[in-house]
């Protein structure tokens, strides 16, 4: 079998990895080996496992592989973050992940797409357009890179939360994501609590029903907005799903956990949807709902038509949200030196969809340049 045939088998979690080898005529129980050796331990080397059969090892060395992206790139900002630039398909196309170390742990901000179908008009990420959707072994091996990464370096613990906050609409891409989530919570590959692992959406509303008939891990949503009108501008997805079938979603999400919280997250702009009547609207809206609100000052990128609310009005827009008992953090921006901040990350592709070169268009449009 060629190497373009090998089944990649970090695309495989246990129930797939058990399927793979009944089909080769082993036994079930190598899934949970062979995710030990890759998981946890950093082997990906078939001969280096040593507790499986030579004939075993040999038959994956030609039927299988476990192949990464390539690192393309690695910066550190002044704050300890560190983000990395990893190259897909075997060519330029190439993502990013962010880890957020902190003193209480040591969280990796994960990628599920190349670019973003969303177009949210305050994300740089989207308006990089969007390539395609990433396989399960592109997600969860931003999380085996950097994870053995920092065990090499000495850390006892590696990474021990995870957030699909990165590029890209998770539940747009539902079976990847929650193949790689699998892996996550999976106690013979990561065992992250599924407390620790949070996956964020604009507001898919089916995606989120059907989410919460296969797992039960953390819930953020991307809110911006009190109301339709204004998210419709921020987060054209609102057309579709508006703010009352995406918080039904919520709650049927929540329901039935006493300690399960949804996190709304809120992105602070500048004279857009920073005022005490938008924190009025919001407190009213979210508050019969188990919840936490993050504030997230906004991230400035080029070309970006928002600005950051001042301290003064996020403190306000907290102080009053948080008055009506509902448990309110402004987020502390990091890695802004190197556009790992949230909004920040672009990574590099061929945007399939179009949409950066007509932005580019528009820019030179309004800076009086003519196009034939």
């Not at 970090?10 to 797939?16: E, F, K, Q, T, W």
């Not at 177009?119 to 890179?145: D, P, V």
């Not at 956990?257 to 920073?274: A, C, H, P, Q, W």
Request: with cysteine; net charge positive; charged share 25%.
């Amino acid at each position: 079998m060629s190497d373009t045939q090998k089944i990649n088998l970090l695309n495989l979690n246990r129930a797939g990895l058990e399927s793979f080898f009944s089909e080769i005529g082993e036994k079930p129980f190598r899934a949970k080996q062979l995710m030990q050796w890759v998981h946890q331990r950093g082997m990906i080397d078939f001969a280096h496992m040593t507790d499986m059969s030579k004939a075993l090892r040999e038959t994956l060395s030609l039927n299988a592989c476990i192949e990464f992206p390539r690192i393309g790139a690695m910066q550190k900002s002044a704050d300890g973050t560190r983000k990395w630039l990893l190259n897909v398909d075997g060519t330029e196309n190439a993502i990013e992940c962010v880890l957020i170390p902190e003193k209480s742990r040591t969280t990796l901000c994960i990628s599920s797409q190349l670019g973003c179908t969303l177009n949210c008009s305050f994300c740089a990420t989207g308006k990089q357009g969007f390539n395609r959707n990433l396989s399960t072994a592109e997600i969860i091996a931003q999380l085996h890179l950097v994870h053995h990464s920092l065990l090499n370096e000495g850390q006892e613990q590696g990474i021990t939360n995870v957030v699909m906050m990165g590029m890209g609409e998770p539940l747009l891409n539902f079976d990847a994501v929650m193949g790689a989530v699998d892996m996550m919570c999976d106690d013979y590959a990561y065992a992250l609590s599924k407390r620790r692992v949070t996956i964020s959406t604009a507001g898919v509303v089916p995606a989120i029903k059907k989410m919460n008939q296969v797992t039960d891990v953390s819930l953020a949503v991307s809110l911006h907005a009190p109301n339709d009108a204004l998210r419709e501008q921020l987060v054209p997805i609102n057309r579709k799903y508006p703010i009352s079938e995406l918080l039904d979603a919520c709650r049927a999400y929540i329901d039935g956990y006493k300690s399960r919280k949804i996190t709304f997250e809120y992105v602070m702009l500048k004279g857009i949807n920073d005022s005490l009547a938008h924190a009025q609207e919001l407190a009213k809206l979210i508050g019969g709902i188990p919840c936490k609100l993050n504030l997230i000052p906004f991230n400035p990128y080029p070309h970006a038509i928002y600005r950051c609310s001042d301290k003064t009005t996020i403190d306000r827009f907290r102080e009053y949200v948080s008055s009506k008992g509902i448990i309110t953090v402004t987020r502390r921006a990091r890695g802004e030196d190197i556009g790992a901040a949230c909004g920040q990350l672009v990574g590099q592709f061929k945007d399939r969809s179009r949409r950066s070169q007509k932005i580019k268009i528009e820019l030179e449009q309004i800076r009086g340049v003519s196009h034939a």
